[in-house]
């Protein structure tokens, strides 16, 4: 049984940081790329963030590139995400994703809350 479960978001002031954590299980994490979404209240969910499954590519969206910074631990399964210099705009539920290629099944995770707020 697959399972994405993310951890780590939280209320925090603009210029702050937060780690946000993916950990799977039900499947091989390492052969799989991973991915960060997050939708803001009102808006469609967005790509944040990919890293391929040995995690020597990454990309990013336009509006966190030099901010944020994917990496993985395949060791742990555990995908994360750095969040550095967060926005007002930054503030989203966060979730992560991956498909599995035999049958194009996409699996997510519940999410986790990021507020960034004074």
């Known amino acids: 049984q697959v399972q994405l479960v993310e951890s780590g978001g939280g209320l925090v002031q603009p210029g702050g940081s937060l780690r946000l954590s993916c950990t799977a299980s039900?499947?091989?994490?390492?052969?799989?790329?991973m991915t960060w979404y997050r939708q803001a209240p009102g808006k469609e969910r967005e790509l944040v963030a990919t890293?391929?499954?040995?995690?020597?590519?990454?990309n990013y969206a336009d509006s966190v590139k030099g901010r944020f910074t994917i990496s993985r631990d395949n060791a742990k399964n555990t995908v994360y995400l750095q969040m550095n210099s967060l926005k007002p705009e930054d503030t989203a539920v966060y979730y992560c994703?991956?498909?599995?290629?035999?049958?194009?099944?996409?699996?997510w995770g519940q999410g986790t809350q990021v507020t960034v707020s004074s």
């Open positions: 994703k991956f498909v599995k290629t035999i049958g194009n099944i996409v699996y």
């Open positions: 039900g499947f091989t994490f390492s052969s799989y790329a």
């Open positions: 890293i391929t499954s040995t995690g020597r590519s990454t």
